[in-house]
């Protein structure tokens, strides 16, 4: 009996080596981004992809097996900027803790609506496992960044489960924006402070009103 593996078709995208296949790498998914800012996810082609990039239709299907990798490959772009934003340190120096989670929340909503294809991505109809499943783990890491904050900045006390309520509070505030999207097209003002007072009401169950700012 033939034991050797069956080889599965690949689905996901292929991460360029070179040089310049990260440049037309870029370019695709630069090409992706405009189409998905002004299209549904189903209404965008790799064929599409590749005439607005002006790179051959081979050399996509080369990185993207089917028009989800790219997706996929754009959301992995916008984590990666994300996490990028929230390893920045903040200036000035937050004097208290729910004035640092207010900085994050408008750092990143900002980020999300200088960028509609973000939107689309993670908060339209549609959205595919894999892109879901990316925006989990995005999270995750982005959890740990935010976690990472309080003990820079104040004097955190042991707190139960902590990464799991921060990651709580991430989440609470994911579902406002998205409530905003759906009725805006967009993560609105009005909207960002409800998201801020959602998540540091959560987390005032389980943390002191008062952190002891670092010097």
Same mark, same amino acid.
């Given at each position: 009996?033939?034991?050797?593996?069956?080889?599965?078709?690949?689905?996901?995208?292929?991460?360029?080596?070179?040089?310049?296949?990260?440049?037309?790498?870029?370019?695709?998914?630069?090409?992706?981004?405009?189409?998905?800012?002004?299209?549904?996810?189903?209404? #965008?082609? *790799? =064929? &599409?992809?590749?005439?607005?990039?002006?790179?051959? +239709? %081979? !050399?996509?299907?080369?990185?993207?097996?089917?028009?989800?990798?790219?997706? #996929?490959? *754009? =959301? &992995?772009?916008?984590?990666?900027?994300?996490?990028? +934003? %929230? !390893?920045?340190?903040?200036?000035?120096?937050?004097?208290?803790?729910?004035?640092?989670?207010?900085?994050?929340?408008?750092?990143?909503?900002?980020?999300?609506?200088?960028?509609?294809?973000?939107?689309?991505?993670?908060?339209?109809?549609?959205?595919?496992?894999?892109?879901?499943?990316?925006?989990?783990?995005?999270?995750?890491?982005?959890?740990?960044?935010?976690?990472?904050?309080?003990?820079?900045?104040?004097?955190?006390?042991?707190?139960?489960?902590?990464?799991?309520?921060?990651?709580?509070?991430?989440?609470?505030?994911?579902?406002?924006?998205?409530?905003?999207?759906?009725?805006?097209?967009?993560?609105?003002?009005?909207?960002?402070?409800?998201?801020?007072?959602?998540?540091?009401?959560?987390?005032?169950?389980?943390?002191?009103?008062?952190?002891?700012?670092?010097?």
């Amino acid at each position: 009996m033939n034991s050797e593996p069956i080889a599965r078709p690949r689905s996901g995208p292929r991460n360029p080596v070179r040089k310049h296949a990260q440049e037309r790498f870029d370019a695709l998914l630069d090409a992706t981004e405009r189409l998905l800012a002004e299209s549904l996810n189903d209404e #965008v082609s *790799l =064929a &599409q992809i590749a005439e607005l990039s002006a790179v051959p +239709l %081979a !050399s996509v299907y080369h990185f993207f097996p089917n028009r989800n990798a790219a997706f #996929v490959a *754009l =959301a &992995q772009r916008y984590h990666t900027e994300l996490w990028r +934003l %929230a !390893s920045q340190p903040q200036d000035p120096v937050p004097q208290t803790w729910q004035e640092m989670v207010k900085r994050n929340q408008l750092r990143s909503s900002s980020y999300l609506n200088e960028h509609p294809a973000a939107l689309r991505l993670f908060m339209g109809a549609g959205v595919s496992v894999q892109v879901r499943n990316l925006d989990m783990h995005g999270n995750t890491v982005l959890t740990r960044l935010r976690v990472d904050q309080f003990s820079r900045y104040f004097e955190t006390p042991p707190i139960s489960d902590f990464e799991r309520r921060v990651g709580v509070a991430l989440a609470i505030s994911d579902g406002v924006w998205a409530l905003s999207y759906s009725a805006h097209g967009r993560i609105t003002d009005d909207y960002v402070v409800e998201s801020v007072r959602a998540a540091v009401s959560y987390l005032r169950c389980f943390m002191p009103e008062v952190l002891t700012p670092r010097t």
